[in-house]
């Protein structure tokens, strides 16, 4: 144990549990702050020594807590190896960083389902719980990540680690929505569950490449040439172009980019759970930009509800796409069903799985 460290206050205990073993002389820390000052000492009065940036590497020599804030005493690698104090909330040691990472490998091979931001600043976290042990570290407000999947987590089973991870206006209470209840109506998605949502964090933004954010901290990004076909009773969770070729541009939200075609999935705010299982989507949606007439025409949309789970795969090239969704079967087994994208005199058409009626049918029931 360094010294100065007192048993009760050592970073990696209190924020990766068991991931993690306490800093040691070898240790290496990672600046996740875009930038961020080595000073003469943690004291208020302390000067600056030398200004890092992200993604830059430090050697951790030491650790000490002051006025409940957490410093690393470091030892930079520029010419002159400064040596210093850094605030621990700029940077990520080299353990954290490789749990992150492990995380990232379990989405390796998986397309990104949606893209989003912070609209406030949240702890990024190993597991979609609210406990102080699997905190990674603290995204900025406005970050931006891609989203590879997410979990309905029952209201009240998370824990709480007294940091009051709430969204904008954060008074809302289990309670309230009990008492907003109305008698006779089904249950709703936002009263029975939190969402949390599992993202993949671009280089510029962190060097930690992945993690899980409570959903009422996350805006869903959602294009702004598409966001006017949303409707209040049925938003938007997962979209993909069909006309880009390009990586990274399936969920893009750049308003610069040309108007194109996309696959939505949608849900609703019913609950709607099978053997306690909610579905990640309940309707499908395909549209297409005229580039003659300057406007977005519907392609195919699901005629009844549906019960999906991601991921959603968006495959081939040009024109000649396919789209793949996991369906569940009447008989409660889940089938992959493939939708066939062409163009035909100038439109977009869809070729739908034979039997897709009975998908649809069968949530009508």
């Known amino acids: ?46 000067a600056d020594l030398l200004e890092v940036k992200r993604g ?5 020599l030491d650790q000490v807590e002051f006025e409940k804030v957490l410093w690393y005493r470091v030892r930079a690698r520029d010419e002159e190896n400064t040596e210093g104090w850094i605030e621990a909330q700029n940077v ?19 397309p990104p389902q949606a893209a989003g931001k912070l609209r406030a600043a949240s702890n990024l976290r190993l597991s979609p719980d609210i406990k102080a042990e699997n905190v990674l570290f603290r995204l900025a407000n406005g970050s931006t990540f891609e989203i590879m999947d997410w979990n309905f987590v029952p209201k009240g089973s998370t824990g709480d680690d007294g940091e009051g991870e709430k969204g904008p206006g954060g008074d809302d209470s289990d309670e309230d929505i009990e008492a907003a209840k109305v008698e006779g109506e089904p249950e709703k998605i936002d009263e029975k569950y939190d969402i949390w949502y599992l993202v993949k964090l671009d280089p510029s933004v962190s060097p930690a490449p992945a993690g899980w954010l409570f959903g009422r901290q996350v805006e869903l990004n959602v294009p702004s040439e598409i966001v006017f076909f949303q409707q209040n009773n049925r938003k938007f969770v997962t979209w993909q172009r069909l006309d880009s070729d390009i990586p990274g541009t399936q969920v893009s939200t750049d308003r610069s980019a040309t108007p194109g075609n996309w696959v939505i ?64 079967h009447p008989e409660g087994r889940m089938d992959d069903k493939r939708f066939v994208v062409f163009r035909d005199r100038n439109r977009v058409r869809i070729t739908p799985p034979e039997d897709v009626a009975q998908y649809m049918e069968s949530r009508r029931r």
């Open 1 to 46: 144990m360094l010294a100065g460290l007192s048993s009760g206050c050592s970073l990696l205990d209190s924020i990766v549990g068991g991931f993690s073993k306490a800093v040691g002389l070898s240790d290496t820390a990672i600046v996740i702050a875009k930038t961020a000052q080595i000073r003469t000492s943690y004291a208020v009065v302390a």
């Open 56 to 60: 830059e590497r430090l050697d951790v």
């Open 92 to 110: 990520i040691t080299n353990e954290v960083l490789e749990s992150s990472q492990k995380l990232s490998e379990t989405f390796k091979d998986l």
């Open 265 to 328: 999935l949608t849900r609703t705010n019913i609950s709607k759970a099978v053997d306690g299982v909610e579905p990640d989507f309940d309707g499908i949606l395909v549209l297409a930009f005229d580039r003659y007439d300057q406007s977005f025409y519907t392609v195919w949309r699901s005629s009844g509800d549906v019960w999906g789970v991601l991921p959603l795969r968006v495959e081939g090239s040009g024109d000649n796409k396919t789209f793949t969704l996991k369906l569940r």
